[in-house]
């Protein structure tokens, strides 16, 4: 190539690493198989039901039974019941009596969930993010986990499932069962999602999320409606 003939650049559109329907290889440790096998159980204790998929499959599969003949809110109340079998009662009452949602006790909700959680939402470090916090005030902090490609979002292809089964529930739980707001924001363009510990998470009817059409990879989905037919039960 002569030095003075330009460099071809990339075309964005077929780069792998910005297509949300590229497949990502993920390599679980013994750790990572432990937890994905702890919550699939509580999910088929909780729903009643099994499945034949194996590992991470498996935990997804049991995600898609769940919605099955179950509106929004009963999805939701699934996952709760999950979730509130994790961690005990009392537990989750120390927590919220002894620990106030201050800066640092955010701070290190990010840093916790940035460890646990990669083998849930894939790879993900902790960010900056403006947060508002209860009392209105608006400051910059660290406690914002920033999560390039959500494996669950990735794997399940569905607007549905991110949030009813995963960012309204988790929100939630972390808002009102711990007492540290946490507001989920994903990315149904790239599929990254970015979790704010200290930010109260908005309204329903307020929230974007809410009104996201199905992706365009969803096997059951209508990419051509306004807001993915899943959600239509959840801002009622």
Same mark, same amino acid.
């Given at each position: /190539?002569? #030095?003075?003939?330009? =460099? *071809?650049?990339? &075309? #964005?559109?077929? &780069?792998? *690493?910005?297509? #949300? *329907?590229?497949?990502? =290889?993920y390599h679980d440790n013994l750790l990572d198989r432990l937890f994905i096998w702890l919550f699939s159980r509580k999910m088929a204790n909780a729903i009643g039901a099994e499945t034949s998929v194996s590992g991470y499959g498996g935990f997804v599969d049991l995600s898609k039974q769940i919605m099955q003949g179950r509106d929004a809110q009963a999805q939701q109340a699934a996952v709760a019941q999950v979730l509130q079998s994790l961690v005990p009662a009392p537990v989750l009452w120390m927590i919220r009596t002894v620990f106030s949602? =201050?800066?640092?006790?955010? !701070?290190l909700n990010a840093w916790f969930a940035a460890q646990m959680f990669e083998w849930l939402v894939g790879p993900c470090e !902790? %960010?900056?993010a403006e947060v508002t916090g209860i009392d209105g005030e608006v400051r910059s902090q660290p406690s914002a986990v920033e999560i390039q490609k959500c494996r669950y979002l990735e794997?399940?292809?569905? !607007? %549905? /499932?991110? !949030?009813? /089964?995963?960012?309204?529930?988790?929100? =939630?739980?972390?808002?009102?069962?711990?007492g540290i707001p946490l507001t989920m924001i994903p990315n149904f363009d790239d599929l990254s999602c970015k979790m704010v510990f200290g930010q109260v998470p908005p309204a329903l009817c307020e929230d974007e999320a809410l009104s996201q059409p199905c992706l365009p990879t969803c096997s059951a989905g209508n990419a051509q409606t306004s807001a993915c037919h899943k959600l239509s039960q959840t801002v009622a």
């Open positions: /190539m002569s #030095p003075d003939q330009p =460099t *071809a650049q990339p &075309d #964005p559109s077929t &780069d792998p *690493a910005t297509d #949300p *329907a590229t497949d990502h =290889t949602p =201050t800066r640092l006790v955010c !701070v !902790v %960010g900056e794997d399940s292809q569905c !607007v %549905g /499932m991110c !949030v009813n /089964m995963c960012k309204l529930p988790t929100q =939630t739980f972390f808002t009102e069962k711990f």
